[in-house]
Each structure stands twice: as structure tokens, then as C-alpha cells.
């Protein structure tokens, strides 16, 4: 990192910086600022869960996420369908063979490929090589020191600057997305990893390197080339086999990058049920988007809604589960009323009561399927307000009041995360989140009752 930059680590306090930033500021997602006033601007961490890192010139904004780091990259790998069990092989290179920076690897590898696929695959380094070519026609600059005793029929010797891209930026991105490939090769990630190594060697050589090299590399960017800067960087953390920080700061000079936590966690959500219903007769469907929920006047559609999850046996809907990345739900004291900021917000509930009924209309159900919405427990079970004061039940909308209700429940994320790790099972690592796999477990039970009570004469 240059000395001269100056990081700021964005905290639940409040950070001032110059009004001279404001323009950049306003295409970032991390923080939200108001103006102080004519020389000051105030950041804090923006309320929609956004974390990561950016260069707003010579400052460095950070923002955390609000759990430990190595616990968020092992979150992000599997929510974006890696296996965190300790049994998988990633390759050997460097000191990776450490599974404790296993989770970082791969977090490397799928940002430098994602970086190398948005920068680089429409932006590819070009430049101008001399060739010596002996032609019939004047091209470029003629040797005729070459071209003298020689036959007019067999040409003339000509020096020519010709267009190409095989130069040692490209080779070394293609030796980076070589490694990646290794990394990414149980992911969904490897067709697209192994595409991009196919367009590089259309234009470039096979070739290996070691830090020194990408080093000069770095000291050679000029204003046409910076874009590979990145990647650059990346490909020698991939080498070295060493780990930065991302979220404080300090090594060598990292790309931006922002994530949105609410998106992740639905994914490791849905991926997390998804596996652990494996191999019973349901099935679970994530964001079954339904274009005509809501119609206008003239029957067109007017907005387009999507639940989270939805888990059916066969075309029964018989749950719905909505995931929000808002661990203020489970930062409460059991025995007491939830205070009113901790509460499920209005809009919350209103959406999930809407997937609900929407789902019982549509489907011509004679009950409500089971609603929850599920949320991440970063403080411990101390935290957890009791069952019955998280239970919201929309009373006398139908026979079966009852049914009609939501359960908010908790997914302890770094317990959850050590069971994958451990046993690399879905199922094992729910039961460090009972009441989920409780939840889980009574849709299966009912599902085996209804088949039963199906088959029996009676």
C-alpha cells in the first residue's frame, strides 16, 4: 500500500473526510454520507449490509462485515458453491496446503476470474513487435544490407511493426487462470475459467512466472495497460501463496471489491436446505419469480415478486422461507419484550405474509404452507428472544388462524460454518442450528404421513 494513502476502516462511529471526495463517493455502495458542510463530508457504513473495500483517490474505504474475517470468506465460498469440507484437494501451491488459508485461496481465485472475464476479456493488451519479413512489395522499413547479392525474385528484406498480443501481460494472466482452474475445478466457476484460458491462448503463449517477474510487470503498467493492475496483483498473491487483509487495509495495493451480504446470504440459505432435504421428495426452488402477482388496471403485469424459497412435494407448495441478512432479529434477552428497533420490520412481514397467501390462492390450498423468515445469530443463544415472542400470527384471516403465522428463526453462521468444515454435510452442520433443522425435519415427518395416510386403506 502507498504510504501516502490513507485507509479508513468504517465503524458504527462516524468518519469525516473532504468534500473533495463527494463526486467519487457518489458511485460507491459501501458508505453513506451526508454533507457537514462546505469543506467536510460524514461517512458511515451503509444500512444495506454492503462490505468490502475501494480506492477513492488517495484514501482507502473499508467495510468490515460484522463477523470475523476468516468465518466471512469460508460464508462467501460456500455461498458461492464450494465444498468446505477438509477432505477436498485445491492444488498445492505454497504455503495453500494450510487449510486455514484454503477458504482465502479460493475467494482469490474466483475474483481474479471474475476480475480477468469484466476488465480484461473485451480490453486485451495489444502491442507492436519488429519482424523481419522479405516480401516482393516495399512493406515497412527495408534492409537492404539483407536484401544485397540476393536474386530481385526472392523479394526484399523488410523491417515491420506488427499489432499483437502476445506479450508478457497476457501470458502471465494466462499462468493465473492456469492455477485458478485448479482451485475452481469442482465449482461452476471452471467452464468459465477454462473459456477464458481458451481466448488467451488464442493470443498468447504458455508461460511460467514467479514474483520477480510480475513485479517488473507491475512497474511497466503505462495509462493504456493500468486495467490489468488487478489482476496482476492477484496473480502474485495466487504465487506467493500469501494473505492479505482485505478488510483492514494494509499488503500490497488489492482491487476494489463491494458484496452485498443479503444477496449471499440467500444463497448460502438456499444452498444450505437445498442439501440437507437432499434425498427426500421435496424439492426446493429458489427466487420462483411470479411476473403476474401483481397486475394493473389494463392486466399487464405491474411487479414482478420473488420469494426467497420455496418448498414443495410435487406442485404443493408447503413452505416458504424469506432469508434477511438483519442480525439485529436475534440481538435480544430471552425473558424479555423485543425491543422495538430488534423487531421483523413492517415490510418483512408483509412480504411474507403476501408469498403466503399468494401461494394459497394460487395453488387452492385448503391451509397456509409454514412461513418463516430466517436470520443470522452473531451474538449466541443468549441473544435469542423467546420462541413465542418472535412468532407473528396474522389472527382470524382464516379457519385455520393458527396456520397463518411466521417464525422467525436463527442460523448460527459460525457454528454452522465449522460443522461444513468438519463434516462437509449439510445435514450435520443444521444441527448446529436446531430450530432450522427442527423446521426441516417436521416438513419431512409430514410429508411421510401424508404418503402413509395416502396408501393405507383406511
Known sequence: MDKSMKVIVLSTEKQFVSSSYLVALKSQNLASYSVVDEETVSLTINTNHWVGRVVVDD???????PFDNKDFLRFLVYAEGFDLSKSEDFGHFGSFDDSSNRDFF????????LTVQRSLGHNISKGYIEVSERNLVLRGRPLFKSSFGKHPSSGVACQINRLSMDNELNRIILFGLKIALVVLFRSDYRSKCSEL?????????????????????????????EHYRSALVMVKYLIQ????????????RLPNFELYLPSLFENFVFRLIKEALRGSTLSVKNQASDNRALIDGDGRPYRRIIPDIVISEGSTPRAVL????????????????IPRRNKVSNSDIYQVFFYQQRLVVRHKLKGAPKAVIVAPS??????????AKRTII????????????????PLPLKEVLKGLVNHGSAREALKYAPELAEFCSSLVKRTSTATENQKSPL
Not at 378 to 387: F, K, N, Q
Open 59 to 65: 484514501i482507502v474505504i473499508v467495510a468490515p462485515p
Open 106 to 113: 479460493i475467494f482469490l481465485a474466483l475474483t481474479f476470474v
Open 197 to 225: 484460458i481458451f481466448l488467451f491462448r488464442c493470443v498468447c503463449s504458455d508461460s511460467d512466472f514467479d514474483s520477480f517477474n510480475i513485479d517488473l510487470a507491475l512497474a511497466g503498467l503505462k495509462r493504456n495497460n
Open 241 to 252: 501463496g500469501c494473505q492479505p487483509n482485505f478488510f483492514e487495509g494494509v499488503g500490497s
Open 322 to 337: 424469506d432469508s434477511k441478512f438483519k442480525p439485529r432479529y436475534f440481538n435480544s434477552t430471552p425473558k424479555s419484550d
Open 378 to 387: 452473531l451474538y449466541g443463544a443468549s441473544h435469542h428472544p423467546d420462541v
Open 394 to 409: 396474522w389472527p382470524g384471516y382464516l379457519d385455520q388462524a393458527d396456520d397463518c403465522k411466521i417464525v422467525v428463526l
